[in-house]
């Protein structure tokens, strides 16, 4: 990924009120709408991959990543493409990681492509960040991967709001991004189209991920965000519906830890927990 430093002029910053690059809390989007910076990326391999027995059931993959903890549906049946993919889940109360200093943050998303497709990734979803002192905000964003995330501004979030998330493409290189605050009755969507020709949708993957996202070249702190669980998870194709029953289980390893355990608990269900 490159990084890129763009200064706005004012009449660019007034433009950009409805879709902001994204940032943490207000100070960090106001700063973000002038320097580019905040990134959701492919999946980035770390390390070997295991074997585990979630809640007694039979041994489940589980794939090591510095980044993406959740659960990936890494083909589609056979001679479909995935093109819509949804779900619901709670916020959570998020705080910073022991010994940590400074902000941390972390995302949930779902999303199309990225894994094992890594053109693009079609993606919403929202932030959790916690600031240096302790303060905690929310973002809710959208991303047509390479192109940066923005945010969808004056979409209000709190601790234990029930968001519903869904992106859907209409074709490889055209989709839609959902969020709905079914707390509030508050519902915002975007239209995207690829931000150029090669980074079109494939339609391999669909995704129910807790991210730690980037900044600038870097992977931010990442914040203890206790626990999301993604219900009402499904993945459509041009034939019907699939749910999280096949999955590679992804979980974030940094540094020789493991900071994640991903669960599914069922075949509509993704849980994700801060270790």
Known sequence: MKFSTILLSNALFA????????????????????????????????????TKAPNGSN?????????????????????QTFNQVSGVFTVPTPSAPSGASGSS??????GIDGDTYTNAI?????????????????????????????????????????ISLSV??????????VIENQTTGKQVSKTLSAPDSSSTLGGQNAE??????????????FADFGSVTFSNAEANTGSGSVGTDGATILDIRQNNQVLTDTTIPSSSEVTVTYE
Do not use: C, M
């Not at 943050?105 to 779902?110: G, I, Q, R």
């Not at 859907?168 to 991004?177: A, D, L, T």
């Not at 991920?209 to 931010?220: A, P, R, S």
């Open 15 to 50: 433009a950009s009120v409805l879709a902001a690059p994204r940032g943490g809390g207000l100070a960090r989007r106001l700063e973000a709408r002038a320097v580019r910076s905040h990134q959701s990326h492919p999946l980035i391999p770390e390390g070997s991959t295991t």
């Open 59 to 79: 041994d489940t993959h589980v794939q090591y990543s510095s980044n993406w903890a959740g659960a990936v549906l890494e083909s589609p049946p056979s001679g």
């Open 105 to 110: 943050a972390a995302s949930a998303w779902v």
């Open 122 to 162: 079609l993606q919403t979803g929202i932030d959790f960040t916690v600031g240096d002192d302790g303060s905690v905000s929310y973002d809710a964003w959208y991303e047509w991967y390479p192109d940066y995330a923005y945010d969808f501004d004056g979409f209000d979030i709190s601790s234990g709001d029930v």
């Open 168 to 177: 859907k493409s209409s074709s490889s290189s055209s989709g839609e991004v």
């Open 208 to 221: 129910w991920i807790v991210e730690d996202f980037e900044q600038g070249n870097n992977l931010v702190p």
